[in-house]
């Protein structure tokens, strides 16, 4: 199983354009997270599922949409990047709010 | 204030040590507790829950103080493998999971 699974794993963009980073997981969670991680802060919540064809704000939403259109992905989008939506993403899955949450491997996304 | 607040360090073990990391966190309806262990450009993995009774599993020990409101993390006989930082987490319900921003340890020969 591969459990977890990010694409891509690195991207540069510039000031202005769009992006989506793609989450899958075969663990068949209902969960799945998306969070960013900066240098001297805990993983922070962006956005996240409780279900196929959910999504909900987490914590620093604005900025990005996220979509679950199947059970096993989710999607999270960039509509207009800005240096300050540079940092470590990553998606993380759980069989329930509370449990366990297991991650992908991250996207490193440079903004310029 | 922070809702987890950790000790960044790094602190800089020799092999064999033992060594201790405190959290703290702000919100007394905190439910589930866990420490998380990333290593560097790597994504965090469970290392161990935490109960209210205390518990260990190998070289770690965990305990939670509800009345003070503080998780601890003990690591007996340290090896060079144990070098990673360790994230603080706490749930206070629902999807409102945080993470601290972690310690840095370091193990050396």
């Known amino acids: 199983n591969a459990g977890v699974t990010q694409t891509p794993k690195f991207r540069v963009l510039k000031t202005g354009q769009s992006m989506t980073l793609l989450c899958a997981q075969d663990?068949?969670?209902?969960?799945m997270y998306w969070y960013r991680q900066d240098p001297g802060m805990g993983l922070r919540l962006i956005h996240y599922?409780?279900?196929?064809?959910?999504?909900a704000k987490g914590e620093v939403p604005d900025g990005y949409n996220v979509s679950r259109l199947k059970k096993q992905n989710f999607l999270l989008g960039l509509e207009s990047a800005a240096p300050s939506q540079t940092s470590v993403y990553f998606c993380?899955?759980?069989?329930?709010?509370?449990?366990?949450?297991?991650f992908g491997p991250g996207t490193r996304l440079t903004v310029l | 204030r922070k809702e987890v607040e950790q000790d960044p360090g790094p602190f800089n073990v020799p092999e064999g040590a033992t060594v201790a990391f405190n959290c703290t966190y702000s919100?007394?309806?905190?439910?589930?507790f866990f420490w998380y262990r990333q290593d560097c450009r790597k994504e965090p993995k469970l290392l161990m829950s935490?109960?209210?009774s205390g518990n260990e599993d190998g070289r770690f020990t965990a305990q939670l103080n509800r009345a003070s409101q503080y998780i601890s993390l003990l690591i007996r006989d340290s090896k060079l493998s144990d070098s990673a930082t360790y994230l603080c987490?706490?749930?206070?319900?629902?999807?409102?999971?945080?993470f601290g921003a972690g310690t840095r340890l370091f193990v050396k020969a």
């Open positions: 919100n007394s309806a905190s439910q589930s």
């Open positions: 935490v109960y209210s």
């Open positions: 663990m068949n969670h209902e969960y």
């Open positions: 599922s409780v279900g196929e064809g959910t999504t």
């Open positions: 993380a899955t759980s069989s329930g709010l509370m449990n366990t949450q297991y």
């Open positions: 987490v706490v749930n206070s319900g629902g999807f409102k999971t945080i």
